[in-house]
């Protein structure tokens, strides 16, 4: 079992390398790192872009504010149904689900793919939940497999994990040096989970931790996937080149603007005119030899003017393709019920797709979840999706399909 585990676990990394770096370019655009120095950012159309369409998807897929899921039960068991409903939204509520989630929906418009954990927690907190955003670079999938690495000092893993022993070549740096960071993944193949440290050698001498899950904690959902991937593709990731291009043009035009309020000069070397003190400020008197032609301005091709006409194009690409031009019709202008009615109807087949996933793959695995982690802890009756009850998803979005069926009649 561990040899197999080792080599999934390889398989998986390998199959999300060529990721890595079509993340990090489009968080460099969008949300870069404090410490990323090459993150220079010119132009912030595609972070705000970003930032404003998971606000929207927050606002249409899971609104704090109101209700936006509900389980229904046939007749004998609407009752069950009701109930689980009303506990199983206050836990929610109680959790840190609202302020989490966000983070994810980031994840999800830049990269195309997010990760929620969703974890249990201990009898006589406020909330039966507690959730947090892992990012993608910590994680990595295969058909039901997911891989979770994070590090620890050794001073808490030996804590955690009093049962461990280090390997020989780990002692001594370890003693010298107790927060030493180790390498922990954390593996769920099927419903077999398995803890190990990642510090060389077999996996089978390194596990601290096994155990099995009923229902999958990870909760990994996806914007767009293409055939025979993995991951997802969202539309950071689609407009990227568009947000790169942008961005470059924007800093020739800073660059531009620079020479053209500085001007670039020349001057002959007379040894009389010393250039390393020259100050090129209003009224400033530059001495020259007679006869010399003293500083004389560059013709540069000042005249950018084509650079406006790009950038204006692709702007409108990239807020095109993070449904920035769509989002904001409402705030432009009042609009008459049917055109709120047409506008609905045209997200919808924007977002169709995306949502019909995301109700797949985010929302019924969170119900899974969270009805099964309140049925062991005695709060609900025990309620299976499909069987006991149907999940009624009644979200802004939801009602948006609704909206454009009655259109399509």
């Keep these: 079992m561990q040899k197999n585990l080792q080599s999934l676990y390889k398989r998986a990394l390998n199959t999300r390398s060529p990721w890595i770096a079509r993340w990090d370019a489009a968080r460099r655009y969008t949300i870069p790192s404090a410490d990323d120095d090459a993150a220079t950012l010119y132009d912030a159309t595609a972070a705000d872009a970003a930032d404003n369409l998971a606000a929207s998807i927050y ?15 046939e007749s004998e068991l609407s009752q069950n149904a009701d109930y689980a409903t009303t ?31 969703m974890a249990e927690t201990p009898i006589g907190a406020s909330s039966a939940f507690t959730f947090t955003a892992i990012p993608m ?18 001073c808490e893993v030996l804590e955690k994990y009093p049962t461990w022993t280090p390997p020989a070549n780990l002692r001594d740096t370890i003693k010298r040096d107790p927060e030493t960071p180790l390498k922990l993944v954390q593996s769920l193949v099927g419903t077999e989970f398995t803890a190990w440290l990642d510090v060389g050698g077999d996996i089978e001498n390194n596990i601290v931790s096994t155990g099995t899950f009923e229902t999958n904690p990870y909760i990994i959902f996806r914007w767009s996937v293409s055939s025979g991937e993995l991951y997802g593709r969202g539309p950071v990731l ?25 001007g670039i000069w020349m001057a002959d070397d007379d040894g009389v005119i010393n250039l390393q003190n020259i100050n090129l400020t209003p009224g400033a008197i530059i001495p020259k030899a007679v006869g010399s032609s003293g500083l004389t301005p560059l013709t540069s091709g000042a005249d950018f003017d084509v650079s406006q006409l790009i950038l204006k194009d692709l702007r409108e690409r990239i807020r095109h393709a993070l449904l920035a031009d769509r989002l904001g019709l ?3 202008k009042e609009m008459t ?62 009602q948006m399909t609704a909206t454009e069926t009655v259109l399509g009649g």
């Excluded at 606002?59 to 509900?70: C, I």
């Excluded at 689609?238 to 800093?251: F, S």
């Design 337 to 398: 019920a049917t055109e709120i009615m047409a506008r609905n109807a045209d997200m919808m087949r924007i977002l169709g797709a995306t949502y019909g996933r995301l109700l797949h793959e985010f929302i019924r695995p969170l119900c899974d979840r969270g009805l099964q982690i309140l049925a062991r802890r005695g709060l609900i009756a025990p309620i299976q999706l499909n069987s006991d009850a149907e999940l009624k998803y009644i979200a802004p979005i939801a």
């Design 238 to 262: 689609r407009a990227l080149p568009d947000i790169k291009t942008a961005n470059k043009v924007v800093e020739l035009v800073l660059k531009n603007a620079t020479i053209a309020v500085s």
């Design 330 to 332: 409402l705030s432009d």
């Design 137 to 154: 670079s910590d994680i990595a999938i295969l058909p039901n497999a997911v891989f979770h690495t994070t590090s620890m000092p050794a």
């Design 87 to 117: 506990v199983l939204r206050a836990n929610l509520n109680d959790s840190n689900f609202y302020t989490t989630i966000h983070q994810c929906y980031m994840d999800l418009v830049i990269l195309g793919t997010a990760c929620l954990f």
């Design 59 to 73: 606002t249409l897929l899971t609104p704090p504010e109101s209700m936006w899921l509900q389980l229904v039960g």
